[in-house]
């Protein structure tokens, strides 16, 4: 099945404490993102990745890193977790043609993260 | 990049139309309008995705003027199963593929 998985589903770390979430695709997908939710906010960007070893700033990137290392992984690294990114986070991707297409995105189902 | 301004929320009863509308002033020669569908704790769906005049599939039409600097999603006799947070995106593919998801339009269905 085609599908974007994000682990893990839930986490609650301590303020300070080096945290990973990873993100993979089955798609060879091209394009990758990832987005946070927060209420009344909607989903911000805070990086995206246009293929292997490119990456670039969204609407929110401080406080974050990324990688893409390998074209179906695109992990998000919180070297120094504090409350405020205690939010929802969507990764997504996308082929890149440089033209549109009929599908759009796809979204993973979501990272809960609480920041303590 | 363009911003876009929708309804905060809106209600429907069950079998009726529902069109909801974006404006998207700032648009550019080469964005694309786009709209998903989200359910709680889920991540966003892709619905439809146009340029200019009308794009119908199988869940909904997309009715964009010709001066583009709005559009309106329809979906035709909701049922309940459609109460979602619906979002307008702007953007162009071929450019960094940066899309402004905003805040959304909730839509509540009512029976």
């Known amino acids: 099945e085609a599908q974007v998985t994000q682990n893990p589903r839930y986490l609650i770390t301590v303020t300070g404490k080096k945290l990973t979430v990873t993100c993979s695709q089955n798609m060879n997908h091209e394009y990758m993102s990832w987005y946070r939710q927060d209420p009344g906010l909607g989903l911000r960007q805070i990086y995206y990745s246009m293929n292997v070893e490119v990456t670039d700033k969204g609407d929110v990137p401080e406080g974050y890193k990324v990688s893409r290392k390998e074209k179906r992984n695109f992990p998000l690294i919180l070297e120094s977790p504090s409350p405020n990114q205690t939010s929802l986070y969507f990764c997504?991707?996308?082929?890149?043609?440089?033209?549109?297409?009929?599908?759009?995105?796809?979204f993973g189902s979501g990272t809960r993260l609480t920041v303590v | 990049l363009a911003k876009t301004t929708q309804p905060i929320s809106m209600d429907s009863y069950e079998g009726q139309e529902v069109n909801i509308t974006c404006s998207h002033n700032?648009?550019?020669?080469?964005?694309?309008i786009t709209w998903y569908q989200q359910f709680p704790s889920q991540g966003p769906r892709f619905i439809i995705q146009?340029?200019?005049t009308k794009v119908t599939n199988e869940v909904a039409s997309l009715f964009i003027p010709a001066d583009r600097k709005s559009s309106t999603l329809s979906l035709p006799r909701v049922s309940l199963s459609d109460t979602a947070v619906y979002y307008c995106?702007?953007?162009?593919?071929?450019?960094?593929?940066?899309?402004?998801f905003g805040t959304g339009t909730s839509l509540t269905v009512i029976p």
């Open positions: 995106l702007v953007g162009a593919w071929d450019t960094g593929n940066q899309f402004y």
């Open positions: 997504a991707s996308s082929e890149d043609r440089g033209r549109p297409f009929d599908y759009g995105y796809t």
């Open positions: 700032n648009i550019a020669t080469n964005d694309y």
């Open positions: 146009g340029y200019k």
